[in-house]
């Protein structure tokens, strides 16, 4: 029996989990651009409580349980009234086969009326990839599917520029550390100009995550970074779609 069938059967523990919603912003247009769902309890508790729950064994149901969270709690909270796509978090290492894994998905955003052309699969290279090979035919695969793909905390864990050559998903989201501070730093500011030049070339979408002042925001605009995600502009909001305040 393949890997794939063995997850797939396995038996299917019962996650007690919820999702909020934060935006990310595309600073041309003032519109929201995406929201990503971020795993709660049912209770409100926080994602690492959640995640602290999640094993080896338990992890490939852990994975198909938020992505169906967060199809049906967007809906639930009118994402449909939106334009927005929806950035839903994965596990690669919970992906036994792209095409097997992908079903549950599909039958939920079917069953919800979420369009499939709407969704974004975001993980991060702070998870330990053994196999970047495995890694890169989910991103393939889910590109040839219609869907985008998007790397999140890019600048920190395990890889980075390394990483990018071996395969390019559509997004990369700059992890926060190389944003703070970013309108005193030069340092920070030559780096994020010289990723922004290289994602352009690459036709890659350059997001920046955990802005929470308006000196980084203005800074990020100088650079040309179109699409911001942070504090300043909306905190997670639980099972809803928060209020934006944007400084434009």
Known sequence: MSAGCQGCKADIEQFDIAMAFQPIVDVETGAVFAFEALVRSSRGESAGEVLARVTPENRYAFDQQCRVAAIEGAVAAGILDTGARLSINFLPNAVYSPLACIQLTLKTARA????????IFEFTENEHMSDTEHVRNIVESYQAMGFATAL????????????????????????????????????????????????ESLGIAVIAEGIETLAEFDALRAIGVRYIQGYLLARPSFQSLPELSIPI
């Open 112 to 119: 919800t009326g979420f369009p499939e052309d709407r969704l």
């Open 152 to 199: 999140d905390d890019f600048g920190a864990g395990h890889a980075g520029l390394g990483l990018l050559a071996k395969f390019q998903t559509d997004i990369i989201k700059l992890d926060m550390e190389l944003i703070r501070g970013i309108d005193t730093s030069m340092p920070r500011r030559l780096i994020v100009e010289g990723v922004a030049r290289l994602a």
